[in-house]
């Protein structure tokens, strides 16, 4: 169903595949070595290998999903972000990201709702100076359980002072829109990440855009 845009009062966006993008250097060497095949679409296929290597958390995230053993693999993440160590490699930032936000920064309060650790959270919005345009960061350990529960979307909610079903939330996986749908907002699923159409549809994303900074195009 398309979105209600009367609706929307904050907005939260995921970070791995969202808001951060993967390094499209490396993808391209990668799409070499894949056999075409195999790989209807090589480059496609490179990317989302890159994505799974760089956010492994988003990865199985993704995987229980698909698999239906979130509550196992939510311990999993939930453990891992209790003992992860910073990453050292360099953040990058999916193309018109920053300036998308810059327009919506003011017209509405916006959160980070993420599965990744805090630390690397909060590396990668200030390494891209993103700090100042939201008013709650939700990383993995914030809430009682991450996503794909409901607990990050209802936190953030909270924090902005909005009813969870006026929030829109903005992500690439399956699990980003199971737990926006299901703490009652309406979703908006993007390619730009690990996700595909087909199954961020069947999951009930109100939307779908080709990249996060699209929406500017939506909410004007």
Known sequence: ???????????????????????????GKVSR?????????PDHSAR????????????????????????????????????SKRSSREFLLVPGVDEMLKQLHGRYPMAVVSARDEKGTMAFLERF??????????????AKHTKPYPDPVLLAAKIMSVAPDSCLMVGDTTVDVRAGKSAGAQVVGVLCGFGEEAELIKMGADLILPSTPKLIDVLK
Do not use: Q
Not at 2 to 23: H, N, Q
Not at 129 to 142: C, M
């Open 1 to 27: 169903m398309p979105l209600d845009l009367s609706r929307i009062k904050a907005l939260c966006f995921d970070v791995d595949g969202t808001l951060s993008d993967t390094d499209n250097l490396y993808a």
């Open 33 to 41: 070595f894949l056999p075409r095949f195999l790989f209807k679409d």
């Open 48 to 83: 989302r290998f890159v994505m799974w290597v760089e956010a492994p958390g988003n990865a199985i995230l993704s995987l229980a999903d698909t698999l239906g053993i979130d509550d196992e693999m939510v311990v999993l993440i939930e453990w891992l972000s209790r003992h």
């Open 129 to 142: 100076d993103l700090v100042k345009y939201f008013d709650a960061i939700i990383t993995g350990l914030s």
